[in-house]
């Protein structure tokens, strides 16, 4: 073999080396590339997860009101939620959108401690402070107790209940009348701005002592309302 060839012959293996050596790298790089892109997208995931996940779910919403007499001078209200926290260290629940035109009075709470309530734009807002953190993903009710001086004095009332806090499960509420005032007619309705549809007529029980409705999977941000004569 002369030495033109065995020169001609080497560089061509050089070459076929470095252009394994380049193939590998690239290999190698493009693989680190997509890694990286696949981890950047795992971590920006998980950050618009944990943006969106709320502290608390809102699972269902039930109020009982009392009337405890003809004039409804004085109304006893039950406000019961199921709730489960989603995150840690949350030591303090919130009720929100307390509307009325009588006046208000927050008796208790069936955990924690009640916190000074106060004015949140048009409506009011009580803390409930509680002395343990909630267990993430345990569901608890939580169960808040008031009394309203005169706030139904017409022939025909309304009470409206707002989902800014999205129950996902249900929404119902119970009222129960003087037994010498009944509830003569009732409906119900829902509304968001301009939006606005009728729901089934509510349940009267006990020849009209009792109202009853239960709404299942409300609508979000929805506004529901019950109208009564009595």
Known sequence: MTKTIKETLNIIAFVISLSDAITFYVQKEFAVFWVIVFISLGLLSAAIYLHRLKPISYLSLSW???????????????????????????????????????????????????????????????????????????????????????????????????????????????????????????????????EGYSLPNPELKEDGRVLFISVPKPRKLFKYVVEWQW
């Open 64 to 194: 009982i009101i009392t009337i405890l007499d003809n004039e409804a001078a004085s109304v006893n209200i039950n406000k019961l939620s199921k709730i489960k926290a989603n995150i840690k260290n949350i030591t303090t629940i919130f009720d929100r959108n307390f509307e009325s035109d009588g006046n208000l009075e927050f008796l208790g709470t069936n955990i924690g401690k009640l916190q000074k309530p106060y004015q949140e734009g048009a409506s009011i807002t009580v803390p409930t402070s509680l002395k343990t953190p909630l267990e993430v993903g345990k569901v608890i009710e939580h169960k808040l107790q008031l009394e309203v001086k005169n706030p139904f004095p017409q022939k025909t009332e309304t009470f409206s209940i707002k989902n800014d806090e999205c129950y996902s499960e249900s929404i119902c509420c119970e009222i129960i009348f003087p037994k010498d005032r009944k509830c003569i007619n009732a409906s119900a309705y829902c509304v968001l701005g301009d």
